[in-house]
């Protein structure tokens, strides 16, 4: 399985949104939580239409000196005083960062047709997922198969999904999900956990830091990839958390762990920040540290993972993305999904009968200044792919991006134009990720 992660995966074009910064957030009103139960949409009280949300680590943020931005509707670190850009993300790569994700959309999907209400709304299997393993999908659109989100789902129980999607998309998935629940008319109850924490804890001694704050005989050396675990944590009164889910995987390319605070069980406010608090004291400030938005971006991009309202959108295909993996063979020969009728014949080439696809999503290494989104890819002239998303790598010190390009010239090795600021930059595309990736997978 290739990297995973549920955190910033979708959020407006982080380059724009930096651009944009010019005041600091003063107050959020929590967005109504929505609960759905065989096709019936009931809301919580709350106040729709708040300016920006804050996520429970907001204080901690500003007592530890963040930069705060406006962000998937929240206000949210950038980067943090006393480190830059880089800084954070060389740091995230030798030891290991502590990242807010608590804008990121938590779901509860539970009932005897929940699996098959997922398989229906994502190519992936569910029914035969076995117990607390996670893996990363895609919801579709009818008819198109455009990608609506990526989302990370994990199997807690029988019936029973966790669902991780991005807070960009908020508005349209929720209308989505409440539309789609009320076509398919079975048994499913749908829970949004509005108010929650999560955070990510990634890095190669993200592991030993963990391990010094569990309340719960936890084996992390078992734990791998894709797995996940209830556990307790202490805090440093000596008391311990609610129980907390803890997933192995992240966003960066690094072994980590996404840690949710279920803020519909527990209180979420109260427990997020002093586990966060623990975690930072135990590790200390030469083992972990707080990072933000900035490095986040280049540590994924890094990773050849994709941002939702960049690498993908709701025109685009996961055959087209590079992300037909995510399709499993049964899924592959049964159908049922939606959209199946247009990427099951994607899957098999024109040159093999197929429908093949008209572009492909890349890697390219650029010369010169660094290509940011919107640049055009040209060949002898001629416009033949975009650049999606684009940054100078800290660790490879060279400029990296990520894009789609026509259909044959999407292999390694080939050379094209990248127009940066009106000027053509030689292009060479790449395989990704960019960065090797390090997530704890044992011998399998």
Same mark, same amino acid.
């Given at each position: 399985?290739?990297?995973?992660?549920?955190?910033?995966? =979708? %959020?407006?074009?982080?380059?724009? /949104?930096?651009?944009?910064?010019?005041? +600091?957030?003063n107050s959020a009103v929590p967005a109504p939580r929505l609960n759905r139960r065989h096709g019936e949409a009931r809301y919580a009280s709350g106040v729709a239409g708040a300016d920006l949300k804050k996520t429970p680590l907001y204080d901690l943020h500003v007592a530890h000196g963040g930069k705060m931005v406006p962000f998937a509707g929240h206000s949210m670190p950038v980067q943090?005083?006393?480190?830059?850009?880089?800084?954070s993300h060389h740091f995230t790569r030798n030891h290991a960062s502590l990242f807010d994700v608590s804008h990121m959309l938590q779901h509860i999907f539970k009932g005897p047709d929940a699996a098959t209400f997922l398989e229906r709304v994502t190519p992936s299997g569910w029914g035969n997922m076995g117990g607390m393993q996670s893996k990363l999908t895609t919801f579709l659109w009818p008819g198109t198969g455009g990608i609506v989100d990526d989302s990370v789902i994990t199997r807690l129980g029988e019936d029973e999904y966790y669902v991780v999607t991005n807070g960009a998309c908020f508005e349209k998935d929720t209308k989505y999900l409440d539309e789609q629940l009320g076509q398919f008319g079975g048994s499913v109850e749908w829970t949004r956990?509005?108010?929650?924490?999560?955070?990510?804890?990634?890095? $190669?001694? *993200?592991?030993?830091?963990?391990?010094?704050?569990?309340? /719960?005989?936890?084996?992390?050396?078992?734990?791998?990839?894709?797995?996940?675990v209830w556990a307790d944590l202490k805090l440093a009164d000596g008391s311990k958390t609610h129980p907390v889910l803890i997933s192995r995987g992240g966003y960066t390319g690094e072994d980590g762990f996404e840690i949710s605070f279920n803020g519909k069980l527990? $209180? %979420?406010?109260e427990t997020t920040a002093p586990a966060v608090e623990a975690l930072l004291k135990a *590790?200390?400030?030469? +083992?972990?540290?707080?990072?933000?938005?900035? %490095?986040r971006d280049s540590l +994924?991009?890094? *990773?050849?993972?994709?941002?939702?309202?960049?690498?993908?959108?709701?025109? /685009?295909? $996961?055959?087209?993305?590079?992300?037909?993996?995510?399709?499993?063979?049964?899924?592959?020969? %049964?159908?049922?999904?939606?959209?199946?009728e247009v990427i099951i014949p994607q899957l098999t080439p024109k040159s093999k009968g197929?429908?093949?696809?008209?572009?492909?999503?890349?890697?390219?290494?650029?010369?010169?200044?660094?290509?940011r989104e919107?640049?055009?890819?040209?060949?002898?002239?001629?416009?033949?792919?975009?650049?999606? =998303?684009?940054? $100078?790598?800290? /660790?490879?010190?060279?400029?990296?991006?990520?894009g789609y390009v026509k259909d044959g010239l999407h292999k390694a090795g080939t050379e094209l134009d990248v127009v940066v600021r009106g000027r053509k930059r030689k292009g060479v595309v790449t395989k990704m990720p960019f960065a090797p990736t390090r997530y704890h997978k044992g011998n399998a």
């Open positions: 399985m290739k990297g995973f992660g549920s955190a910033v995966r =979708s %959020a407006p074009r982080v380059q724009a /949104t930096l651009a944009r910064v010019r005041s +600091r957030v943090y005083a006393g480190a830059s850009l880089a800084d956990l509005d108010g929650s924490g999560l955070v990510a804890l990634q890095g $190669p001694q *993200a592991a030993e830091v963990l391990k010094e704050v569990l309340a /719960t005989g936890v084996n992390l050396d078992g734990l791998y990839f894709g797995n996940a527990y $209180p %979420a406010l *590790a200390g400030p030469e +083992r972990l540290q707080l990072a933000g938005l900035g %490095a +994924r991009l890094e *990773a050849g993972m994709c941002l939702y309202g960049n690498d993908l959108d709701d025109t /685009t295909t $996961p055959v087209e993305a590079g992300l037909s993996w995510i399709i499993p063979k049964e899924r592959r020969a %049964a159908g049922g999904f939606h959209g199946a197929g429908a093949g696809v008209e572009r492909r999503r890349v890697g390219f290494v650029v010369e010169g200044a660094p290509a919107g640049a055009e890819v040209q060949q002898d002239g001629q416009t033949v792919g975009k650049i999606t =998303s684009g940054v $100078p790598s800290p /660790t490879l010190g060279k400029n990296i991006a990520m």
